[in-house]
């Protein structure tokens, strides 16, 4: 079963803008990450967030956490048409993590 | 450099066959997984292994099958007794499962069956 949710389902920009995606999970976590997969491709991690931080960076990537609301945001600033992919957030579970269905980013030039 | 490798990068099934995807990883990584990905979902758990020898279910296990006789290498039959083959498989590594950190992942098998 899915963990984390994310919203929009897909968002299209123009390059240079800023983007920002969101995921909502539903139990508690140790940890959460995003990962981004280009078409066709595997995911890639991106960055790491724990339960006790709430905010961290990342080159042009920025991750948000709020536990209390059981969501996360990840910005990614002055976006490039190479931004272009789905992004997925995960959240770790007693075994396994647990990916949302993913934001479908489109950047245009 | 350190990855993981997945063989086939396509692969086509007819009907009642059995395939078996290739998952190989140099980083000495003591977990791997299997996922799969439907268009327009999430991954879903197949199978996970901690150790050489050792494997649990995942959340769609019925109709796969793997091993795990070698640390480097994980893997995953599609049986004939997995109905809707079709689809995105995805193979992934971590050192361990008590080590919370980022997964690698291979860059995928896509098996259609014919």
């Known amino acids: 079963s899915q963990q984390g949710e994310e919203d929009p389902q897909a968002l299209s920009i123009q390059e240079g803008e800023n983007a920002t995606m969101n995921c909502s999970y539903k139990?508690?976590?140790?940890?959460l990450q995003w990962y981004r997969q280009n078409s066709g491709r595997g995911l890639v991690h991106l960055i790491l967030i724990r339960s006790n931080e709430r905010e961290k960076h990342s080159g042009r990537l920025r991750v948000t956490l709020d536990t209390s609301k059981k969501s996360s945001s990840l910005l990614i600033t002055a976006s490039r048409a190479a931004d272009t992919a789905s992004y997925f957030c995960?959240?770790?579970?007693?075994?396994?993590?647990?990916f949302g269905a993913g934001t479908r980013l489109t950047v245009k030039p | 450099d350190g990855g993981i490798t997945q063989s086939p990068k396509y692969l086509f099934r007819k009907e009642g066959q059995n395939v078996t995807l290739s998952c190989e990883q140099n980083?000495?990584?003591?977990?791997m997984y299997w996922y799969r990905q439907d268009p327009g979902q999430g991954l879903r758990l197949i199978y996970y292994?901690?150790?050489?020898?050792?494997?649990q279910k995942g959340d769609i296990a019925e109709g796969y099958s793997v091993s795990r006789e070698k640390k480097e290498s994980f893997p995953l039959t599609v049986t004939s007794a997995q109905k809707n083959p079709t689809a995105f498989y995805l193979c992934?590594?971590?050192?361990?499962?008590?080590?919370?950190?980022?997964?690698?992942f291979g860059s995928g098998t896509r098996l259609t069956v014919v």
């Open positions: 992934a590594s971590s050192p361990g499962r008590s080590i919370r950190g980022g997964y690698t």
């Open positions: 139990t508690s976590i140790n940890n």
């Open positions: 980083l000495n990584h003591d977990a």
């Open positions: 995960a959240t770790d579970e007693e075994y396994d993590m647990r």
């Open positions: 292994s901690q150790i050489v020898n050792d494997f």
